[in-house]
């Protein structure tokens, strides 16, 4: 029951586009499957999320052909594996220090051989064992996406090791976080901040993994296209409401009474 369609374009070489997601409603996932997104990050960092909610936002973007990525409130293994018995395509995880903690993070998300991702193909990922455990262990070891945010000085001066790392899919830049890091909190522009993307963004394509970032305008979208980023969080549910309210509400304020 994991959806691959998002996995399998990535390993074409397309770029794929995604939102942060941060409501809990299954009815919105579903309109932005609709809409044509190519998956949906679910927010548990940022957003309360209980893990039932997660798990039934993840049945509504299958419902429409989409991928469901779950960014983990952290990277302890029980929200791992929550998000990924659940079905999620795979995990985005927060907050990590170091390439150690990728590969720790390898290993809750992959079953025997490859990791120790803790043992239950009568969940709802394995289609509730309707689907023999063998292949679906070999599917879940082969279709779940492993990604890991880059937002933090130390992870960028980890990034070599951190691209050795195997069965790591993409490498998510962090940027804000990143910008506090380094000490120019809200300025992801700043020299510094820009100069630790490009080590990232050149370790990663020599070592031929794929790099995730948020395009928030065509700009930054078309940059980090032609520099092979090819997992495009565009912006967040949040943002594109605010926007669209804040169009509505341009519309009807000449007519409103002016006191």
């Not at 659940?86 to 290993?107: E, F, N, T």
């Not at 790392?165 to 700043?190: C, R």
Request: hydrophobic share 45%.
């Amino acid at each position: 029951m994991i959806n691959t369609r998002m996995r399998e374009k990535l390993e074409r070489g397309e770029v794929v586009f995604g939102t942060f997601f941060k409501f809990a409603s299954a009815n919105l996932v579903e309109l932005i499957g609709l809409a044509g997104f190519d998956f949906v990050i679910i927010d548990s960092e940022h957003a309360n999320f209980t893990h039932g909610e997660t798990e039934e936002m993840i049945r509504a973007a299958q419902l429409v052909g989409m991928s469901a990525v779950v960014r983990v409130a952290d990277a302890s293994e029980a929200n791992v594996l929550h998000a990924l018995d659940s079905g999620a395509s795979g995990v985005q995880v927060p907050s990590l220090g170091s390439a150690a903690d990728a590969a720790r993070i390898v290993r809750h998300c992959k079953y025997h051989p490859i990791g120790e991702r803790g043992w239950a193909p009568g969940c709802r990922a394995g289609d509730y064992a309707f689907t023999p455990a063998k292949s679906y262990i070999e599917q879940a070891n082969r279709a779940t996406l492993v990604v890991v945010h880059v937002e933090n000085a130390r992870m960028v001066a980890d990034v070599e090791a951190l691209c050795a790392v195997e069965h790591l899919d993409v490498l998510f830049l962090g940027t804000g976080d990143l910008s506090q890091s380094l000490g120019h909190p809200g300025n992801p522009k700043h020299p510094d901040v820009l100069k630790a993307v490009d080590t990232v963004i050149e370790a990663a394509t020599r070592h031929g993994k794929q790099i995730g970032a948020v395009a928030s305008n065509a700009d930054d979208l078309a940059a980090y296209v032609q520099r092979g980023v090819r997992y495009i969080a565009w912006q967040s549910d949040l943002v594109m409401y605010k926007n669209v309210l804040r169009t509505a509400v341009e519309g009807f304020a000449p007519y409103r009474a002016r006191s």
